[in-house]
Structures are given as C-alpha cells and as structure tokens.
C-alpha cells in the first residue's frame, strides 16, 4: 500500500514541478495559469492526504463509509485534482452531468479514487495521439431507479480483446512501465459498492471505461446501522 500512495503522491509532485517548470518557461507567462496551478497544489496536498488514509483503509479490509453523495459534485473534485496533469499533457476533460442526478450511496473517497485512476488511464492513452484530439469526456446518467452509471470516454488506441478480457486482474498492466493495481482496486471498490465495471470501445476511436453506482435509498443505510448496532 505505501508504495502505491507513495507513486501517486510522487507522480503528482512531478507533474506539478514540470506544469510550473513549462508556465515559467513560456513568454508570456500566463499568469492565470500559474495561479490555477498553486492552487491546485494546495488543494490537492489536503486531498492527498485523505485518500491514502482511506487507500490504506481498503487494503485493510476497514468498514467503508457510506452516505449520499452528490455524484457532480464528488467528480468534479477528482477532475479538479487531475487540472494539472492535463494542462501538462495537452487534454480537454470535458463534463456531460445530467442535472437531475439523484444522490448515491458510497464512500466519498474511494469513489473518487475509481475515477481518479480512469482518468489517468485515459490521459495515458492518448499520450501519443495529435494533440487537437486529446479530448477525455466524463458523462453521468441516472441507469433506472436503481444506478447511477459513470463514464470515461477517451479517444486514445482502444483495447485488443484480450486487454478487455484481462485489464481489471491484478498486476496485469497495458504500460511499459511495471505492473498497475489500479484499475483491480478500482473494481474491488466498485463491487464494494454494489455496482460493476467494464469497459468498451468506442466505434470510431478509444475506449470507453464505465462503472455504476447504487442509487441512495434511506432505508439501505438505516439497515447498515441497525445491523452494525447488533454486532
């Protein structure tokens, strides 16, 4: 567990020194730019924080913390945390939320770490793509009564089928780098919820990662309560 919180941590040190390295760099400095960036510096060290907290939490075992949730809200906290590492690798992230979502029942935290880790797969995609075609679109839409199903669309390579077949196992990675754990605790978490995970490709270019998300019912969590009382 430390050495996946401390990766994450220090990729987004790194980031965050290359993003002011490059505004610094350019003339003009775009001054809005580099104010958008310290505070996301500030922002996210907060925010780091917290989630390896609960990252260590889940490989724990610990009791997860459910409450309803304002979906809109709980992703724009995690494309806010990912500004900028866009900025830096030239994405557009742009948000398709239906406004009448209803709230959902989850744990705040590891929600956003689900997406947080989707996004960073589909930023990684499209690292070789032109760069006006980076674009990643992150929608959200009520599944019935009972879901809430989120997408991560890119418009990077797409996925052979056996990487579909095999991308949620664990250590199994489609990088060159070394082994991911990612998206496996992403569905780990995802099933922890009560929901699932999967991905497609899209028909003309990348893939699409999605995952659901039970819709909050009061009588669910005062059920957990009752049952926790009587442990």
Same mark, same amino acid.
């Not at 002011?20 to 958008?36: G, K």
């Not at 557009?92 to 209803?102: D, F, M």
């Not at 270019?205 to 659901?212: D, E, L, M, V």
């Given at each position: 567990m430390r050495c996946i919180a401390g990766g994450r941590r220090g990729r987004a040190a790194r980031t965050r020194t290359r993003a002011r390295s490059s505004f610094l760099a350019a003339n003009p400095v775009d001054l809005e730019e580099v104010r958008e960036i310290l505070k996301d510096i500030v /922002? =996210? !060290?907060? +925010?780091?924080? *917290?989630?390896i907290r609960r990252m260590r939490s889940l490989v724990k075992k610990e009791e997860l913390q459910f409450a309803?949730? *304002?979906l809109a809200g709980v992703i724009r906290d995690v494309v806010m945390?990912?500004?900028? =590492?866009a900025i830096l690798r030239n994405v557009r992230v742009s948000l398709e939320l239906n406004p009448g979502l209803p709230p959902v029942r989850g744990d705040r935290v590891q929600l956003q770490q689900v997406l947080l !880790?989707?996004?960073l797969n589909a930023? /990684?995609?499209? $690292?070789d793509r032109p760069v006006n075609e980076r674009?990643?679109?992150v929608q959200a839409e009520a599944d019935g009564a009972q879901m809430v199903t989120i997408a991560v669309r890119d418009r990077g390579t797409g996925l052979t &089928? =056996? $990487?579909l077949a095999k991308i949620f196992q664990p250590f199994y990675t489609t990088k060159r780098d070394g082994l991911s754990m990612g998206l496996s605790i992403? +569905?780990?978490?995802?099933?922890?919820? &009560? &929901? +699932?995970?999967?991905? *497609? !490709?899209n028909p003309d270019r990348g893939a699409t990662f999605y995952f659901t998300v039970p819709i909050f019912e009061e009588l669910s969590l005062d059920t957990e309560s009752a049952e926790r009382t009587t442990k």
């Amino acid at each position: 567990m430390r050495c996946i919180a401390g990766g994450r941590r220090g990729r987004a040190a790194r980031t965050r020194t290359r993003a002011r390295s490059s505004f610094l760099a350019a003339n003009p400095v775009d001054l809005e730019e580099v104010r958008e960036i310290l505070k996301d510096i500030v /922002d =996210d !060290n907060s +925010r780091a924080g *917290e989630v390896i907290r609960r990252m260590r939490s889940l490989v724990k075992k610990e009791e997860l913390q459910f409450a309803p949730l *304002e979906l809109a809200g709980v992703i724009r906290d995690v494309v806010m945390i990912v500004h900028s =590492d866009a900025i830096l690798r030239n994405v557009r992230v742009s948000l398709e939320l239906n406004p009448g979502l209803p709230p959902v029942r989850g744990d705040r935290v590891q929600l956003q770490q689900v997406l947080l !880790n989707l996004l960073l797969n589909a930023f /990684d995609a499209m $690292k070789d793509r032109p760069v006006n075609e980076r674009q990643v679109v992150v929608q959200a839409e009520a599944d019935g009564a009972q879901m809430v199903t989120i997408a991560v669309r890119d418009r990077g390579t797409g996925l052979t &089928g =056996d $990487k579909l077949a095999k991308i949620f196992q664990p250590f199994y990675t489609t990088k060159r780098d070394g082994l991911s754990m990612g998206l496996s605790i992403s +569905r780990s978490i995802v099933e922890a919820h &009560g &929901g +699932r995970i999967w991905a *497609e !490709n899209n028909p003309d270019r990348g893939a699409t990662f999605y995952f659901t998300v039970p819709i909050f019912e009061e009588l669910s969590l005062d059920t957990e309560s009752a049952e926790r009382t009587t442990k």
